[in-house]
């Protein structure tokens, strides 16, 4: 995964034009073009970008049987599923829909949908600073970085490519 760089010191908004306050995210998880790529058989819908922390939520969707590279958490992250099963390959319980997770800062696991899983994986993620991508699952180095900055970028490119509004991006910026 390449690492996406972001060109400037804000986040493209002019600071007298950026909103600090409440939104609301409408998801469409019907609408196959508003899922951003991600990885093979991942893609997710942007739900809030926080430029001061770094920090991003997303509705993750992974196909049974995908996964994403095994990756450390900066902050901590929530999760909620919605639908389908996944888990962690470092661990050994399975998520299913109504499953709650809670993971601590300094973390690093390896998200996989199980290959039995019943349907898609839908998963709510609120995520607390970035990601850092390792390029092996032990004693792994550095091999990409993900936050909400990144995550925006990535956003970006693909509303512009897809034909999409990008201005829409700009309300989940806070």
Known sequence: ?????????????????????????NLDIDDDKLWVPYADGVW????????????????????????????YHVGTVRGYTL???????EHDWVAKPGTFIYEPAGEA???????????PALIMFIVEGGLIYLDNP????????EDGFSILEVCRDYYRDAGLD????????R
Not at 9 to 19: H, P, W
Not at 83 to 89: D, E, I, P, S, T
């Open 166 to 173: 990008v201005k829409q991006l700009d309300a989940l910026i």
């Open 44 to 71: 997710f819908q942007p739900c809030c970008f926080n430029v001061t922390s770094g920090g991003f939520s997303v509705l993750l969707k992974g196909l049974p049987g995908a996964q994403l590279g095994v990756h």
């Open 83 to 89: 639908q389908g099963h996944w888990r962690y390959l």
């Open 1 to 25: 995964m390449p690492i996406q760089a972001f060109n400037s010191v804000s986040d493209g908004l002019d600071s007298g034009t950026r909103d600090r306050g409440h939104f609301i995210a």
């Open 138 to 145: 032990v004693d792994g180095g550095f091999a990409a970085y």
């Open 109 to 119: 696991h390896t998200l996989v949908v199980a290959d039995d899983s019943p349907e």
